[in-house]
Nanobody, 119 residues
Framework: QVQLVESGGGLVQPGGSLRLSCAAS????????MSWYRQAPGKHRDLVAT???????NYADSVKGRFTISRDNAKNTVYLQMNSLKPEDTAVYSC?????????????WGQGTQVIVSS
């Protein structure tokens, strides 16, 4: 049974910073790409950032230069450092990972963590 558990969301003022974490656990053989998505109220879920197993990253234009994705493969954990936060960054942030487990390769999602940027 593979699980992704996020942490680190909360309320922050505009211009502030937050660091999200997402840890994968279970019978994991290998992890491919790990990504962060976000969904604002009334909007579609959008890709924020992704990092391949080899460290190649890709970011949404709206967060380039402000957000940084990183991962600790030894801990099966992906992070999202969010700086210079804006009210439009308010959303539920979810992590996603391609994981090879006893069930084969599958796509897994965390439960989501709320980020609110407001004064």
């Amino acid at each position: 049974q593979v699980q992704l558990v996020e942490s680190g969301g909360g309320l922050v003022q505009p211009g502030g910073s937050l660091r999200l974490s997402c840890a994968a656990s279970g019978s994991i053989f290998s992890i491919g790409a790990m990504s962060w998505y976000r969904q604002a109220p009334g909007k579609h879920r959008d890709l924020v950032a992704t990092m391949s197993s080899s460290g190649i990253t890709n970011y949404a234009d709206s967060v380039k230069g402000r957000f940084t994705i990183s991962r600790d493969n030894a801990k099966n954990t992906v992070y999202l450092q969010m700086n210079s936060l804006k009210p439009e960054d308010t959303a539920v942030y979810s992590c996603n990972a391609d994981i090879w487990s006893s069930a084969g390769w599958s796509d897994y999602w965390g439960q989501g963590t709320q980020v609110i940027v407001s004064s």
